[in-house]
C-alpha cells in the first residue's frame, strides 16, 4: 500500500514538475505527501532512500547542461493554519531559547525558482532548482527577463535566489496568441513560467514576457549584513526587484498578514500561492539549521487550495435578460477555498468546443476569488468512452422558443423576446440591481415567489405590491414585508439615467443611460427619438440606436412603461444648466486592468458624461489612473508619476454613483 502510493506521487510528480503538465491539483498532491509523510512517521522501518519524502524536487531535463548548486535548494515546510503557525514559532523560540525574534513575511510567488550568480558584479549564470542539488543551466532565458540588473552597483560576487513567474496579464495575453496559433493555452502561469524557462530558443522565452522577484541573499559574507531585511535592501541597492516584505515582531502580527494576503491575495498582479515567513537574523538561521528536507528558519503558509479535479455530471442551459443561452456544468461536489463547488460556467458553445468539454469528463476546476468557477481544462487521459459531447439545444429550455446565434456573435439567444419567463425573471433582477433601481431586499429568491404565485408578471409590477401580498410568502416576516415595500416605493425616486438603465434595453449599459438622460431628459423624449436622432450622439452607435428604438416599438414595453408611469415612477429630470453637475470637467483619466461592474466602454462614457476625458497612455498630465484587475505596468508607473490611484470603488465614490 504504501509502495503505490509512492508510485502515485511519483507520477504526479513527473507530471508537474518534468512535463509541466498536471493531473491533480496542488492541495490534491499536497494531501497524498501528507499521507505518506504521516504513514512514514508511524512506521519508520518502511522508510526508503527513493521515497518522494526523501528528495527535494523532480528530476531535471535531459536537454540543458547541468548545474550542481553550492547550497542545496530545499523545500519549505508548509502551514495551513494559525495553529501550525503557532507550532513553527514555538519551534523557533525552543531552539533559540528566546521569544524575542523578528520574522520577515513575503509573498509566495507561484511561479519557479532560479538561482542567479554575479561575479564581480557581473550576471553569469542562471539555474533552475531542478531537484534541489542538481539544476539546469538557463542562464540564457533568463538574461532575457528584463528587470534583472545584468550588472550591479558593486563589483561583488553574489549568489542569490528568486522566482521567475508570468504577471496574469501578460500570462492572458500569451494565451490568446497561442489560441490564435491553433496552440493549446498554458493552464496558468506557473506552467507557462516554467514552459518558458525551458525553452531551448532563448528568442521564445523572451516573447514570454517572464519577471522575476528576488527573495533570497545566499552569500551573507558581506559586510554590515546581519539581517535577511539588510540583505533585501542590499538586493534593491543593486538594482534587484525585491519580493514584498514586511518585518514582524511576533507570530500575532505574522497570522494577521496570512489573513490579509488570503483576502487579498487576486489584488496582485502575479499569482501568489502562500506566504512565506522567515526568520530575520542571519546568525540566528545558521544556529537553526535545516532538516533534510527544509530549513528550520522558514516555512511556508498554504492558502487554501483554488483548484481542484472533479467530474462533470452533465451541462445544463440557464436562459438570461437578454435571452442568452448560457451553458453550466453540474460538477460532483467538491471543496474548494472552504466552499462547495458544484457548478461552473461554461460561458458559451465556442468555449466548449475550445476545451473539448464533456459530459461525464474529468475536469480541474478553479475557483478566483468570487468569481464563478470555471473549467480550467479536461484531464483527457482519464476519459472511457462514455463521455457525450454536448450539443446547444435549438429551442430554449425554458419557454420552447426559437433559439440563434446572431451574426458573429458567439452566444445562442432565445428569440421569444416578450414572453419568455426566463427573459422576465432575469430583466426583474436587473431592474432591482443595485446600479439600476438599487431596491434593497428584493433578491432572486423572492422574485421566483412573486412571479410563481403569480403576484407579479414584470418589474413595474412590484410597484403594485403591497404588505399583505408578502406575508404568505416564505421567510417574510412583518418587519421584512414593511421593508421591501418601503424599499420599493423610495426606488420611485431614482435618477432618470438609472430608470433608463435598468428598462434592460439591450446594449444600454449604465454609461449609456447617462448620456441618454443628457441629451433627452425624459423617457417620453427618448421613446420619440428616431434612429438618425440618436446615431448624432457621439457615444451612441447604430447598433445601440436600433436596440433603443426597436425597445420603444414593442407594444409589451410600452405596457410597462405606461405601468411605471402610472405607479409614480420619475420619468424626468432637469436639463443641467451649469457645470456644477460636470465635476470631472476637463480631468484626464487613464484605465488599466479589467474592471468588475464595467466594460471599458462603459466606464468611458461615465467619465465622458461627468465632463472627464480619457486617454490610453499616461503621462504625469493625468489626473486618474484607474485600476481594475490584472493591471498592467502603467499602475507602477503612476506611482512614480505621482498619478492618483482609484481602485473600482474609489472611481465609483469620485462619480457619485
Ligand atoms: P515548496 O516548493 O512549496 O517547497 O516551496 C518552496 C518554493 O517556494 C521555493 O523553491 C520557491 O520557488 C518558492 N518561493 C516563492 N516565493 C518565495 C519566497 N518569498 N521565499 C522563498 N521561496 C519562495
Ligand atoms: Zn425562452
Redesign the pocket.
Same mark, same amino acid.
Given at each position: 500500500m504504501i509502495n503505490n502510493l509512492r508510485e502515485e506521487i511519483r507520477y504526479h510528480e513527473y507530471r508537474y514538475y518534468v512535463l509541466d503538465s498536471p493531473e491533480i491539483s496542488d492541495a490534491e498532491y499536497d494531501q497524498l505527501m501528507k499521507k505518506l509523510e504521516r504513514l512514514e512517521k508511524e512506521n519508520p522501518e518502511l522508510i526508503t532512500v527513493d521515497s518522494p519524502t526523501q528528495r527535494v524536487g523532480g528530476e531535471p531535463l535531459e536537454s540543458f547542461a547541468k548545474v550542481e548548486h553550492s547550497t542545496p535548494?530545499l @523545500? !519549505?515546510s508548509?502551514a495551513f493554519n494559525d495553529g501550525e503557525l503557532r507550532d513553527f514559532a514555538n519551534r523557533v523560540y525552543k531552539l533559540a531559547g528566546t521569544r524575542e525574534i523578528e520574522f520577515i513575511v &513575503?509573498?509566495?510567488?507561484d511561479? !519557479? @525558482?532560479a538561482i542567479l550568480t554575479y561575479e564581480r558584479g557581473r550576471y553569469v549564470q542562471g539555474a533552475t $532548482?531542478g531537484n534541489g542539488i542538481i539544476g539546469e543551466d538557463v542562464t540564457e532565458n533568463i538574461r532575457t527577463i528584463r528587470s534583472l540588473p545584468l550588472r550591479l552597483k558593486k563589483d561583488v560576487n553574489l549568489e542569490l $535566489?528568486g &522566482?521567475v513567474y508570468i504577471a496574469k496579464g501578460d500570462f492572458e495575453k500569451i494565451n490568446e496568441q497561442r489560441l490564435d496559433r491553433d496552440e493549446e493555452p498554458f493552464a496558468n502561469p506557473r506552467n507557462a513560467a516554467a514552459g518558458s524557462i525551458r525553452q531551448l530558443d532563448p528568442r521564445i522565452a523572451a516573447e514570454r514576457s517572464l519577471s522575476i522577484l528576488v527573495?533570497?541573499l545566499l552569500s551573507y559574507d558581506l559586510e554590515g549584513i546581519d539581517t535577511h531585511s539588510q540583505a533585501l535592501n542590499f538586493l534593491i541597492e543593486q538594482g534587484f526587484k525585491v519580493?514584498w516584505h514586511q518585518k514582524c515582531d511576533n507570530i500575532d502580527e505574522v497570522i494577521e498578514l496570512c489573513k490579509q494576503w488570503t483576502e487579498e491575495r487576486d489584488k496582485l498582479p502575479f499569482e501568489i500561492d502562500g506566504i512565506?515567513i522567515?526568520v530575520n537574523n542571519l546568525a540566528l538561521r545558521q544556529e537553526l539549521g535545516s532538516t533534510a528536507k @527544509?530549513p528550520r528558519w522558514?516555512i511556508?503558509f498554504k492558502f487554501p487550495a483554488q483548484l481542484k479535479t472533479t467530474v462533470i455530471k452533465d451541462i445544463i442551459i440557464s436562459v438570461g435578460r437578454t435571452g442568452a443561452l448560457t451553458p453550466t456544468a453540474l460538477l460532483q461536489a467538491v471543496e474548494i477555498a472552504g466552499s462547495t463547488v458544484s457548478r461552473a460556467t461554461l460561458h458559451n458553445e465556442d468555449e466548449i468546443k475550445r476545451k473539448d468539454i464533456r459530459i461525464g469528463d474529468h475536469v480541474l476546476i478553479k475557483k478566483a476569488g468570487d468569481v464563478i468557477p470555471k473549467v480550467v481544462k479536461v484531464i483527457k487521459n482519464k476519459r472511457n468512452g462514455s463521455e457525450r459531447i454536448f450539443q446547444m439545444p435549438d429551442s430554449c429550455p425554458v419557454c420552447g422558443g426559437e433559439v440563434a446565434r446572431e451574426g458573429d456573435e458567439a452566444v445562442h439567444r432565445c428569440t421569444n423576446v416578450t414572453s419568455c419567463p426566463a427573459q422576465r425573471r432575469e430583466g426583474i433582477i436587473h431592474f432591482v440591481s443595485r446600479n439600476a433601481m438599487n431596491i434593497d431586499g428584493v433578491g432572486p429568491a423572492l422574485i421566483d415567489q412573486l412571479l410563481d404565485r403569480d403576484l407579479i408578471e414584470d418589474y413595474a409590477d412590484l410597484y403594485g405590491l403591497n404588505k399583505d401580498m408578502l406575508l404568505p410568502l416564505d421567510r417574510i416576516g412583518e418587519k421584512s414585508a414593511a421593508n421591501v415595500i418601503e424599499a420599493i416605493q423610495m426606488s420611485k425616486q431614482r435618477s432618470l439615467h438609472r430608470l433608463i438603465f435598468a428598462l434592460g434595453i439591450r446594449h444600454v449599459g449604465a454609461g449609456v443611460g447617462r448620456v441618454l438622460t443628457e441629451h433627452y431628459h425624459s423617457i417620453s423624449n427618448l421613446s420619440r427619438a428616431t434612429q438618425e436622432e440618436l446615431e448624432q450622439i457621439d457615444e451612441i452607435g447604430p447598433v445601440i440606436a436600433a436596440s433603443i428604438v426597436y425597445f420603444f416599438k414593442e407594444i409589451r414595453n410600452q405596457r410597462v412603461i405606461d405601468k411605471l408611469r402610472a405607479a409614480g415612477v420619475k420619468m424626468e429630470e432637469k436639463k443641467v444648466v451649469d457645470n456644477q453637475e460636470k465635476p470631472l470637467q476637463d480631468k484626464k483619466f487613464v484605465f488599466t486592468g479589467g474592471l468588475e461592474k464595467y466594460t471599458r466602454n462603459e466606464a468611458k462614457e461615465l467619465v465622458l458624461s461627468a465632463g472627464g476625458k480619457v486617454t490610453s497612455s499616461l503621462s504625469k498630465n493625468t489626473d486618474y489612473l484607474v485600476v481594475g484587475d490584472n493591471p498592467g505596468s502603467k499602475f507602477e508607473k503612476a506611482s512614480e508619476l505621482g498619478v492618483e490611484i482609484l481602485n473600482e470603488e474609489g472611481f465609483d465614490e469620485l462619480l457619485g454613483l
Open positions: 535548494m @523545500s !519549505l508548509n &513575503e509573498h509566495k510567488i511561479g !519557479l @525558482s $532548482r $535566489r &522566482e527573495y533570497d519580493n512565506v522567515k @527544509s522558514a511556508a
